[in-house]
């Protein structure tokens, strides 16, 4: 019996957890978040925070200061560059517009990914107005073929 009990416990908590083994990818890249110095921002990609190769991808980040107040994307002075897992540049100086997402104003890029890689997205900028220092926030992509 005390070499059953475990076994059967483990296997109980093998089946409750199975279905979620399929999800972890997918939760380990939704909304990442970086800051540097006291300003945060948050990234989201279509489709799902897993971009497809060849494919236009919207990009959007959500600015912050550090105790959670929101930077509108006009106040802000910033640059999108974009390289590969050799660290060559991608895109640089990719324009950019503000799109409004459920709760906020973000900041947009678009972007076409030539090939499944891992990428390094880097969003850094400044202030026009002086009410934040200037950042660079580093994003690690993975773009699927």
């Known amino acids: 019996m005390h070499r059953i009990l475990p076994i059967?416990?483990?296997?109980?908590?093998?089946?409750a957890f199975a279905p979620l083994i399929g999800t972890l990818p997918?939760?380990?890249?939704?909304?990442?978040?970086?800051?540097?110095?006291?300003?945060?921002?948050?990234?989201?990609?279509?489709?799902n925070d897993t971009?497809?190769?060849?494919?236009?991808?919207p990009m959007q980040f959500v600015l912050?200061?550090?105790?959670?107040?929101?930077i509108p994307p006009e106040s802000c002075a910033c640059q999108v560059a974009i390289y590969n897992s050799a660290n060559q540049t991608i895109a640089q100086n990719i324009p950019l517009s503000?799109?409004?997402?459920?709760?906020?104003?973000?900041?947009?890029?678009?972007i076409t990914f030539p090939a499944a890689d891992?990428?390094?997205v880097v969003l850094s900028g400044q202030s026009?107005?002086?009410?934040?220092?200037?950042?660079?926030?580093?994003?690690?992509?993975?773009?699927?073929?």
């Open 8 to 15: 059967f416990i483990l296997s109980v908590f093998g089946i």
């Open 26 to 47: 997918s939760i380990a890249y939704r909304q990442q978040v970086a800051s540097s110095n006291s300003v945060g921002a948050s990234i989201h990609l279509e489709p």
């Open 51 to 57: 971009p497809q190769a060849n494919q236009a991808s």
């Open 128 to 145: 026009k107005d002086d009410t934040f220092q200037p950042f660079e926030l580093i994003f690690p992509v993975i773009v699927r073929p």
């Open 98 to 110: 503000t799109a409004s997402t459920k709760a906020s104003q973000a900041i947009e890029a678009m």
């Open 64 to 70: 912050t200061q550090r105790g959670g107040g929101l």
């Open 118 to 120: 891992s990428y390094t």
